[in-house]
């Protein structure tokens, strides 16, 4: 819990992407779609690349000029966030993988595993990957530099703006 | 085939179930955990309700947010009501009984020492007295 340089994260951008990943994988599930697990992956993939979340767009083109959501900028790093996306994107990409090759119960459960994380980060506020990029950062691995938020233990939500 | 959409429907809806009963029996713990410190953290019960604040001194919403809302509170309701403050950095042992996480987290306790609330962040002063009054 070091002197840090946060920076503005918008988490209801990052909420939008975790309910449309929850909300997509859970009709692929009821629906057997293995291709909507796969879109979802290749969303969060493309989302890894620019280093946005991957249906962050909803948000900033129909969600936030419309009203429906408000923006919930706090003073966060953004780099947890998008390992966190890319931890995603690695399980459902396994996921639709194994649903691809005939493994169902290995294929679902990996998506489960997916909106369970997803779920805990959208509704309790506890970012998974987050925390374990917190650890990796602790243990001083490479491309892992930032701390958590003063007072915040590692992956959970900041709950106010320092400028509030 | 709507058999299968249905029999996964309730399959789903039975994970998602399960998924909200756990959080709901993490949450509970957690006040268990509270109530069972709350005598511990009070040599004679107050009798009167509690809030019990834990902050750290570099927690910023703590100064700007909580703790004037935790003013106002006390100056509205005046010796009704018990504030303990305490800082987590001071009393780290204090945090892990409480199972405190983040900062600013407070605790609601009614007059009989039994803790009610949980609030992890920020509260401000209409949802802990919103709180207060159904105790």
Redesign the interface.
């Known amino acids: 819990m070091t002197s840090q340089n946060l920076q503005k994260v918008d988490h209801s951008i990052l909420k939008t992407n975790q309910l449309f990943i929850i909300g997509l994988s859970v009709l692929a599930f009821i629906f057997d779609q293995k291709y909507l697990v796969a879109f979802v992956a290749l969303v969060m993939g493309i989302g890894s690349i620019l280093k946005t979340p991957g249906f962050g767009i909803i948000y900033k083109s129909i969600l936030k000029p419309s009203g429906w959501m408000k923006p919930d900028v706090l003073d966060d790093n953004p780099e947890p966030h998008r390992f966190s996306q890319i931890v995603g994107f690695v399980f459902l990409t396994a996921g639709s993988t194994a649903l691809f090759l005939g493994s169902s119960v290995l294929g679902w459960i990996l998506t489960w595993i997916v909106i369970a994380l997803a779920s805990l980060n959208a509704f309790g506020g506890f970012c998974v990957g987050c925390m374990v990029y917190y650890w990796l950062a602790r243990l001083n691995v490479p491309g892992f530099g930032k701390q958590p938020p003063a007072g915040i233990f590692p992956g959970m939500k900041p709950k106010a703006s320092a400028n509030v | 085939m709507s058999t299968?959409?249905l029999l996964?429907?309730v399959?789903?809806i039975v994970?998602?179930g399960f998924?909200i009963f756990a959080?709901w029996c993490v949450n509970q713990r957690l006040l268990l955990k509270a109530q069972n410190n709350a005598l511990s953290l009070f040599s004679k019960l107050p009798d009167k309700p509690a809030i019990v604040y834990f902050?750290?001194p570099?927690?910023?919403?703590?100064k700007?947010?909580q703790r004037p809302a935790l003013n106002k509170l006390s100056n509205l309701m005046g010796d009704k009501l018990e504030v303990v403050e305490i800082d987590?950095t001071q009393r780290p042992d204090l945090a892990k009984q409480w199972g405190v996480?983040?900062?600013?987290t407070t605790f609601l306790l009614d007059a009989r020492g039994n803790a009610r609330f949980v609030n992890?962040?920020?509260a401000r002063m209409e949802k802990l007295m919103e709180q207060l009054q159904t105790l």
């Open positions: 299968e959409i996964r429907l399959l789903a994970i998602v998924g959080y902050t750290t570099d927690c910023v919403p703590c700007t947010i987590a996480m983040s900062v600013p992890n962040g920020v």
